[in-house]
């Protein structure tokens, strides 16, 4: 395996990939005003009643959510989803530790930290008037819808796109951020895109969209249950190549010099806060807290301080109703 290098730029902290991609670890609550969580144990969420699936025929991914009524403080009502969430005390969200810059565990300080962890904050900010009420589940992609339905967590910010199959088992809020499917290679690749990796092994985590891209290019899918177990994957040779979003692929190439995106999008991921479909009223508050983040700043500054380069203009909220 090749030797180490430093990471390079200032989006995120250095993290090692040989470290996170040890398995799924439980991440617990904050205190009252503090920022991401430490390792701890998590406890369930309870689940509530009502919600219309939608159907694959109207299905229509960046209008498929709820419409909200107001801002969150007048949605939070006595008998709502997110009262229940203040009585109990935290709100219970999965996310990931192994995904910069969207959710990962700083190894030096043991905390979360990303792009999804903002989103979150917002959330119980919202809920409880401080960021720092939250249990972090750290879950698997695979993991992302049974914990919803089981009650497991209450809601999921792990870089999850909106897809009319998902929809049929979940809710999702209105799109947080679009992503881009691509190809990471070692630099010494002679692979200049995915149809370029016919017949051989590309990695991608089980339960990802991802894998259908690899299978339709003909190249044989390698699915593994975290992003750094691809990388590892990746450095001894084992696959040649990893697909996914390109902002997932840049944190990977962030963790190793050698490496390097190549290229067209292949298709575009519109990333949606996935919830339980019993919960419409928490849907649509969640809805009501990102239309926050995108008129007050707070998404671009997030943008800016976890992806970095030009910031965009959040994505447009579109609902269903």
Known sequence: MKARLPLGGKAWPRVLPLVLATGALVLGVTAADASPARPSAVGAASTATVVSRTSAASCNLEASSLRPSGPPQALLTPGSFMATIRTRG????GVSQDTAPFGFLDPYTGLLQGFDIDM?????QAIFGSPGHVHYKSISSDQRIPDLRNGSVDIVA??????????????????YFVAHQRVLVLKNSTAHSLTDLRGQKVCATKGSTSIAAIVAAKAIPDPVTYWTDCLVLLQQGDVAAISTDDNILAGLAKQDPWTELIGPFINNQPYGLAI????????????????QLRTNGQWAAS???????????????????
């Open 90 to 93: 935290y709100l219970i969200a």
């Open 120 to 124: 979150i904050h917002a959330v119980a």
């Open 158 to 175: 792990r870089t999850m796109t909106i897809t009319c199959a998902r929809l049929q088992q979940v809710a999702f809020s209105s799109v």
């Open 276 to 291: 339980a479909n019993t919960h419409p009223d928490f849907v649509a508050f969640v809805n009501a807290v990102l239309e």
């Open 303 to 321: 943008y800016a301080r976890w992806v970095g380069g030009a910031v965009p203009r959040p994505p447009a909220a579109e609902y269903k109703s």
